[in-house]
């Protein structure tokens, strides 16, 4: 199976276009503070990826000049990972991503509702909740992201059949001329 690079560059590049929109919703939303459909597209980006940006803020003082710089730097090094001959690139790209889009749902829980809160009790008797916001694009994330790993798994282990398989046949080759 040959991997398609595009493939791999999707679910990073959507992670980092939420990421843009909702820069940009929010530098809109300053312009024009009265606008209802700016307010709903802020409100559903928000709280998935404000949380995420506070933290990113702090440690690029608030700068959204810089914010915007740092998604397109970020978007480039992932093409190129992603594009990358070797498979470790790509795969390092692609579950970064996902640690960063699984980091932007759950600390995004904090809007608690009766249903988004699952209490587990461990074996030991410790109880714990899980608070995760299910919003349409926390499901749409958690889907793309699943479904890219398994994919960039499916590559991964392909490219690795490939790599035994002409090592046998040289070995083979090898055994022949001896």
């Not at 000049?65 to 692609?94: E, I, P, Y």
Request: net charge positive.
């Amino acid at each position: 199976m040959k991997r398609k690079p595009l493939l791999l560059f999707a679910f990073p590049a959507f992670v980092l276009l939420i990421l843009a929109t909702e820069r940009t919703a929010t530098v809109l939303l300053g312009t024009y503070p009265a606008s209802a459909n700016m307010w709903r597209i802020w409100l559903a980006l928000h709280p998935s990826s404000g949380m995420f940006w506070q933290q990113v803020d702090f440690y690029l003082a608030g700068s959204m000049g810089l914010d915007f710089a740092l998604l397109g730097a970020v978007l480039g090094v992932c093409w190129v990972a992603c594009r990358a001959r070797s498979s470790a690139a790509f795969f390092l790209a692609n579950h970064g991503t996902l640690i960063v889009a699984a980091s932007m749902i759950f600390i995004g829980g904090h809007s608690q509702t009766a249903s988004t809160i699952a209490a587990f009790t461990a074996p030991s008797g410790f109880q714990f909740s899980l608070v995760m916001d299910f919003t349409w694009l926390n499901g749409l994330l958690s889907v793309m992201g699943v479904a890219t790993c398994a994919y960039c798994h499916f590559a991964y282990l392909g490219e690795l059949r490939m790599r035994v398989e002409s090592r046998r046949v040289r070995v083979l080759a090898l055994q022949r001329d001896f």
